[in-house]
């Protein structure tokens, strides 16, 4: 490293402030061009008008429009929305079993409630019992049929964990069951 010099701002600063003080002459600002002054002529005043009057055929117009626009937008969307219920349907794999085009028998614990905290019975039983299978899952858990934090927080590790979506965290839905029934062996008899 080489050494600078600190206070040479400082001096430019002094040099600049004496070369202002001494003697810089004021310049005059520029003159306009000989005959410019003949050129340039003063606007007349605008005269004071009123704006024009609005129609309120004009305004029921716009607001008419608007509303079918909207409509149509409305309809639009909603028909894309069915569409894309109905078609989805279409696309799914085929169910295995002996016919491909019948649709898959619903499993028997399907059309049962969705299953929550505060439940109890066989159908909390047959839950726990199921998540005992699952690594991991339901730690500690027991098959006493009620539907307690610990089975909601099982519920919801097992959710995370496989990535089932439709049902509220903690809830043991449709979506919840059949993910848990595919790793467990199928429904229940």
Same mark, same amino acid.
């Given at each position: 490293?080489?050494?600078? %010099? ?5 001096? =430019? ?31 007349? *005043?605008? *005269? ?12 029921? %117009?716009?607001?008419? #429009? /608007?509303?079918?626009?909207?409509? /149509?937008? =409305? ?7 069915? =569409? #894309?219920? %109905? ?7 085929? /169910? ?25 019975? *066989? ?23 009620? +539907?307690?934090?610990?089975? #909601? ?6 959710? =995370? ?10 809830? +043991? ?8 029934? #595919? ?7």
């Amino acid at each position: 490293m080489r050494p600078r %010099r600190t206070d040479a701002l400082a001096e =430019l600063f002094r040099e600049f402030e004496r070369e202002r003080q001494g003697g810089d002459e004021p310049v005059p600002p520029p003159r306009p061009p000989a005959g410019s002054q003949d050129r340039t002529q003063e606007l007349p *005043p605008v *005269p004071a008008c009123r704006p024009p009057a609005t129609r309120s055929r004009s305004g029921t %117009r716009r607001t008419a #429009s /608007a509303l079918a626009v909207a409509a /149509a937008a =409305l309809t639009g969307f909603g028909g894309a929305l069915l =569409l #894309s219920e %109905r078609n989805s349907g279409r696309h799914a794999a085929p /169910a295995p079993g002996p016919s491909a085009t019948a649709p898959p028998a619903p499993p028997p614990s399907a059309g049962r409630a969705f299953l929550r905290e505060g439940d109890a019975g *066989p159908e909390v039983t047959e839950l726990q019992e199921r998540l005992l299978r699952v690594p991991d899952v339901y730690r500690a858990g027991t098959t006493d049929g009620g +539907y307690d934090a610990t089975l #909601s927080a099982a519920v919801a590790r097992f959710q =995370l964990r496989y990535g089932v979506r439709g049902d509220e965290t903690g809830v +043991y839905g449709d979506d919840t069951r059949l993910a848990l029934e #595919s790793r467990t062996g199928g429904p229940a008899t």
